[in-house]
């Protein structure tokens, strides 16, 4: 399938995605402020910048985009147009997230790691559960890969 838009107009809409303070990750945080998680945002010090960092629970959640970070769920679809892009692309951001993670796991860190399809309205309360769950417990690593 081909791309709808024009060279520009893509190249307008790419330049408008941020990398923080996506909606996401407002409400994960508007969701544990109001549980009474105290935490701090995009940690630069850290391992990978974190989106949320919880210091009391040595825990960090990272609030990843499906397609960004290719999660396997219906919302990942490789790119049908500049593919020579958009795979490199896309695998080094996966590559970089193992490692960061791997990195933060050896200096003794939780992670948890929410993905974008995991805060639609359906799975909302569910997810926010074992994301509570796993600050105060602990977690698997199933929700990593």
């Not at 945002?41 to 850290?46: A, G, I």
């Not at 960061?100 to 860190?109: F, K, T, V």
């Not at 790691?113 to 602990?138: H, P, R």
Request: charged letters at 30%; one cysteine or more.
């Amino acid at each position: 399938m081909a791309d709808n838009h024009s060279k520009e107009i893509r190249s307008k809409n790419m330049s408008h995605i941020r990398s923080t303070n996506t909606k996401p990750e407002e409400r994960v945080r508007k969701y544990l402020f109001s549980k009474g998680f105290r935490y701090r945002k995009n940690v630069r010090e850290l391992p990978g910048c974190p989106d949320i960092v919880l210091p009391k629970y040595k825990t960090v959640v990272f609030v990843n985009g499906c397609f960004w970070h290719k999660h396997d769920c219906p919302r990942f679809v490789w790119p049908s147009s500049n593919v020579e892009y958009w795979i490199p692309k896309i695998n080094r951001n996966v590559q970089r997230d193992q490692k960061n993670y791997h990195e933060l796991q050896r200096i003794g860190w939780n992670i948890v790691v929410v993905w974008e399809c995991q805060l639609k309205k359906a799975a909302f309360n569910s997810t926010m559960d074992y994301v509570i769950s796993c600050i105060m417990q602990g977690c698997e690593d199933e929700e990593k890969e």
